[in-house]
């Protein structure tokens, strides 16, 4: 006789909670807005993610929720408070001579191929970001954290131009060791500013950043398992927090009009939706298998145990919002977005991950803070550590299972 499987013990997961922020520019401040109403739900509680990993523009926020994890909920207020104020001019150079500077220098060096100047390194110069970040990120505060036992690792993932693989560079209580895996690698050092910033260095943005020997670029460019760190470093169940909506990744086209060939800022904008988001659902979708494979046939995989998780994603499209923003961007950036071909509705999806502005970065924190409160059980249970009925919860991959595909 079989064994009705819905009816078998279901295998425990365990209590460890890690904290997944991917990239997404300033589409980050949405991320911001869950966090708000996580601290909310448990107002109270020492930070609730013992292990936090940031990629790109969500290093940032898990840098400074991890140096500061010993007075959690004053981190989310403080990183509210950046985000809410955010400027363009805080990220990077966007002033007219800037802009006009490094049109100048591009112009020259592939009129002259390199003769005249070389090749500039990045379009934008994001100094004033460093800037910022210098100021409100103590890196001594990061050991205060694990001595007190409010943190037990944080990881802060770059791109190895040298290697060609995803760099989770961590530091954490326990002594972890490296890891190596196909083009992924886990390196254990002391954390530096100069590792969020090759974190967040998105290709032709800006600059590359040389840690040691190599230069290192986005995290997102070959983070082919970007849950992988988490799970490395112990964590069982993971909240992953998104930036884009279930249904906003293509790219946007004009409304009555005739079909045209998608503009080089419209190809961007997708460009960058690709790199910050395609990765996770993916991953996701691996571990909800593997975990089948777990609650079915333990012996198959000797040494696996299940990995929850739960990921909140925007309920309305980002793309929309910053349609709502762009005469809020600096003149010369809405020019460039212009020339680009990323103008009016087809250039919202650029836009939006470019609109380091108070309006829009707002706009996101109220969303997520909104979105997260919606799913406040959920929540509740799952950082919580209580006993979890099922192991994926992430809503648009629901009936791929139900439905064996």
Known sequence: MRTDPSSAPRAPVGCTVGLVLPGGGARAAYQVGVLKAVARLFPKAPNPFPVIVGTSAGAVAAAVLATEAWHWQRAVRELEHVWAGFHVEQVFHADLWSMMRAGMHWALSLISGGALLPPPRALFDNTPLRTLLEKNIDWAQLQTSFSRGSLQALAVCATSYTSAS?????????????????????????????????????????????????????????????????????ADRLLVIGVRAEQGAGVMPRPKAAVIAPTAGQLFGYMLDTLFTDQIYANVEHIARLNQVVEVAPAALPGMHKIA??????????????????????????????????RGMSGAQLASFLMFESAFTRELIGLGYRDAMARKDELLAFIGGEELEQTIMVPALHGLFDQGH
């Open 309 to 342: 998780t739960l990921m909140i994603a925007p309920s309305v499209d980002p793309r929309m919002i910053a349609l709502r923003h762009l005469q809020d961007l600096p003149g010369s950036l809405r020019t460039l977005l212009r020339v680009m071909g990323a």
């Open 166 to 234: 995803s760099v989770a560079f961590f530091e954490s209580q326990a002594q972890y060791g490296d890891w190596q895996r196909q083009q992924r690698i886990g390196r254990r050092t002391s954390l530096t500013l100069d590792h969020v910033m090759a974190s967040l260095a998105v290709p032709l943005l800006f600059p590359p950043v040389q840690i040691g020997e190599e230069f290192y670029g986005d995290g997102a460019q070959r983070q082919l398992w970007p849950l992988s760190p988490a799970i490395h470093l112990g």
